[in-house]
């Protein structure tokens, strides 16, 4: 059976490269290849630079209630096509239908929804020097580029194109080579709703593609999200042409279970944040510390919801809520981290072992695995493993406790559980992470800002703020007297 090839979407359309080069598309659940694409060779960059050059100039020329009015237009046919997108994003990503359904495509609308609204409201300032006066005007940046991460595809899509086209930007995103059909739904769904040509371009391919981005002189600004270690590159490589950067990055994200805590929520929100999409997510909370009072009924709860209530499976099945993960080498790294936690000493609590469910028996699933007697200098507590692996730690001390939380060069989430509302704030008002969570986790709504302390990232998505990064000021001085001057 021959498999669909997806072209890059360059000025409103698909463009056929030249070079002939494509890369394979595999189903994460099945390990069949279901589609190529093309990569962006060089004749596809110049022309996606040539296009967004001319895109900008019309879509920055357009007031933006109108191009607001546009980008409802696409939150609309986001919406319309909810089951259409959370499809590709379930065959794309090994992720359950039952998450895919109700919030991947939901959180990437919303926001787009959020900064359309934000659009027309952004102002400058004006202010009297003496009798003269200055004014500012937000302006956009021009040619922004996006580059992608795997595990929400389409979210992280719309997380940036949202802000960057509300305030008058281009953008030429890349997805992921694991995920590319996303971002390309998201292109031809703006191109419906009226985005000129060339606002928004589609770049497939891997490091070089995003590589090319970083450098390219044409471009202002890189979002990125990924890894730790490629942001590094990509603040390097944009370094070159002094772009502004905005780095969304990984996490070993601490959450702090007090002993007055109800232990029932805080066991929901460990599983939550470390089983949810099989634990690809940047913010989880794969270090629990437990205060050693509620220890071992924590664990206890834990380990019989944790065998009891996960499903895995054929992720398009809406029973299944527990899927697989996104590629064979990711399986493997996951399964080497496993290893670790067991030879270094860690209590096997549950899982630990690949699985091969009825349903899906060729996919990359790795089963929820908890690890108890965790200390803070193993690998597993250390490292950012993005899989089902959780570690919990006992503490005693609250002062103690924050110290061995803070004590990772990574710094994007952290929560804590606990009845005693000054004791909530008080802690987490010490901890060091840009997205913090009390009794809760996860949540994650369009008005909130999202983004990294430390080594986690820079910058932040989503929430007013955001505009910032994708605008400049521009400063005028208007003389109302006669110019002074000794010449
Ligand atoms: P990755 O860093 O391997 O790849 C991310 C993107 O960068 C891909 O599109 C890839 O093709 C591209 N890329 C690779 N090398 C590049 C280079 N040298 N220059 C430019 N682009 C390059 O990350 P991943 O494996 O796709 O995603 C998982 C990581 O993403 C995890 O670390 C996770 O924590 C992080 N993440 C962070 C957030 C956040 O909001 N903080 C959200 C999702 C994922």
Redesign the pocket.
């Known amino acids: 059976m021959t498999t669909p090839v997806y072209q890059n979407f360059i000025n409103g359309d698909f463009l056929k490269n030249q070079s002939g080069e494509t890369f394979a598309v595999k189903n994460p659940a099945t390990d069949e290849v279901i589609y190529h694409v093309e990569v962006a060779d060089s004749f596809v960059q110049n022309a996606a630079i040539e296009s967004a050059k001319q895109g900008f100039a019309v879509w920055s020329a357009i007031a933006p209630i109108e191009r607001s009015r546009i980008l409802l237009k696409a939150v609309a046919l986001l919406r319309e096509r909810n089951d259409l997108l959370a499809k590709i994003e379930v065959l794309d990503t090994g992720k359950p239908w039952q998450e895919a359904e109700c919030v991947d495509v939901q959180t990437g609308a919303d926001v787009i929804e959020y900064f359309a609204g934000l659009a027309p409201a952004q102002v400058g300032q004006q202010q009297m020097v003496g009798e003269d006066f200055y004014y500012t005007r937000k302006e956009p940046l021009g040619i922004c580029a996006g ?6 595809p389409l979210q ?1 899509a719309c997380w940036k194109s949202g802000p960057a086209l509300a305030a008058g930007n281009a953008l030429i995103f ?4 694991e995920t590319p059909l996303g971002a390309i739904k998201l292109a031809e769904i703006f191109t419906e709703a009226g985005v000129p040509a060339g606002v928004f371009n589609v770049v497939q391919g ?2 070089e593609v ?2 090319w ?2 450098h390219s002189p044409d471009i202002e600004k890189v979002s ?5 270690g ?1 942001g590094k ?2 603040v390097a ?1 944009a370094a070159g042409t002094l772009k502004d950067v905005t780095m ?4 070993k994200s601490p959450l702090l279970v007090f002993e007055d805590a109800d232990i029932s929520q805080a066991v929901s929100a460990a599983m939550l944040g470390n089983f949810y999409t099989q634990g690809e997510i ?1 913010t989880n909370c794969t270090r629990i510390y437990v205060h050693k009072s509620v220890y071992q009924q924590f664990i206890d709860e834990l380990k019989t919801r944790t065998e009891q209530n996960i499903v895995a499976g054929d992720p398009l099945d809406p029973s299944v809520n527990f899927g697989a993960l996104i590629s064979k080498n990711h399986h493997n790294l996951v399964m080497g981290y496993i290893e670790k936690g067991i030879n270094e000493g860690a209590t096997l609590l549950t899982g630990g072992k690949a699985l091969r469910p009825e349903s899906a028996p060729n996919g990359y699933f790795v089963a929820p695995t908890v690890f108890t007697d965790c200390t803070d200098d193993m690998t597993i507590v250390k490292e ?1 493993i ?1 899989g089902p692996v959780m570690s919990v730690l006992v503490f005693e001390d609250e002062d103690d406790v924050i110290r061995r939380a803070n004590d990772t060069h990574l710094g ?1 989430a952290a929560g804590v559980f606990t009845k005693d509302i000054k004791r909530a704030h008080r802690v987490i008002h010490q901890m060091q992470a840009g997205i913090c969570w009390i009794n809760s986790y996860g949540n994650s709504p369009a008005e909130m800002p ?1 983004g ?1 302390y430390k080594q ?2 820079i910058g932040r998505e989503n929430g007013i703020e955001t505009l910032d990064h994708y605008t400049q000021t521009k400063s005028i001085y208007v003389g109302m007297t006669d110019i002074e001057s000794p010449f």
Do not use: D, H, M
Request: proline fraction near 3%.
């Open positions: 580059i992608g991460a795997w595990n929400y992280i890349k997805p992921s080579e891997a490091a995003g590589q981005l970083t990125f999200t990924g890894e730790v490629t590159k990509v490589s969304e990055l990984g996490g940047c950012e993005f994007l999202v990294g986690s990232g």
